[in-house]
């Protein structure tokens, strides 16, 4: 298994500005994701984050929004950019096992 | 295109009973179905998992059911304890969840 933690743990905003979260794995991983929960829904995939190339984002989910780096095995980031009260949610990463995912325990990010 | 629903956001059950959770799938090209547990200011944790060739998995108190035919995956929990209290999503292997189904277990 593999143990994540996320930095911050949680944070309020000002509209139009950005935040980068990061995520750290305590092993390697071959896959990392990043998901949006917003209140009272589900996860839903905002992208995989590639080692040292351009993410994978999924539809409605663009990189001038969420921009996303992954240089090495164990470490990625998420910015949420020009940030608007729509994006308040809990911003969690995940790194894939043989079947399952591991997450971390997840971004609560309130915007103003 | 909602390929995992899980149509029953919540469901209480006493404690030393059995809780039964139910999703459906659309697509079925898929290796694995999984269920996660999640705790409030926590990450979803894994719990069991399926493969599509088999029609049940047993870990301990928890038992997945597969049922191809009906596209219907369902997780039983026996005995359950107020521990299990907790919201559980199924997932399919290409990352995609279903809503949730928040638990309640009541001493």
């Known amino acids: 298994s593999a143990v994540i933690s996320q930095k911050p743990s949680r944070d309020i905003c000002q509209r139009g500005t950005s935040l980068t979260i990061q995520c750290q794995v305590d092993?390697?991983?071959?896959?990392m994701f990043w998901y949006r929960q917003q209140p009272g829904q589900s996860l839903t995939l905002i992208a995989t984050?590639?080692?040292?190339?351009?993410?994978?984002?999924e539809s409605g989910f663009v990189i001038d929004k969420f921009p996303i780096s992954r240089p090495n095995l164990t470490f990625s980031t998420l910015t949420v950019s020009n940030m608007s009260p729509e994006d308040s949610s809990i911003y969690l990463c995940?790194?894939?096992?043989?079947?399952?995912?591991?997450f971390g325990p997840g971004t609560r990010l309130t915007v103003l | 295109d909602q390929q995992v629903k899980q149509n029953s956001p919540s469901l209480s059950v006493q404690e030393g009973r059995i809780s039964i959770l139910n999703c459906d799938y659309t697509?079925?090209?898929?290796?694995?179905f999984l269920w996660y547990k999640k705790y409030p200011a926590e990450g979803p944790t894994f719990l069991i998992s399926?493969?599509?060739?088999?029609d049940k998995n047993e870990d301990g108190r928890f038992t997945v059911f597969l049922n191809k035919s009906a596209k219907h995956l369902s997780l039983h929990i026996v005995p359950s304890q107020p521990g299990d209290s907790a919201v559980y999503f199924c997932?399919?292997?290409?990352?995609?969840f279903g809503a949730g189904t928040r638990l309640t277990v009541k001493p």
């Open positions: 399926i493969s599509s060739i088999k």
């Open positions: 697509n079925s090209m898929f290796d694995y």
């Open positions: 995940s790194g894939s096992g043989p079947v399952e995912q591991f």
């Open positions: 997932a399919i292997n290409d990352m995609r």
């Open positions: 092993s390697q991983v071959t896959m």
């Open positions: 984050a590639n080692q040292g190339s351009e993410a994978t984002y």
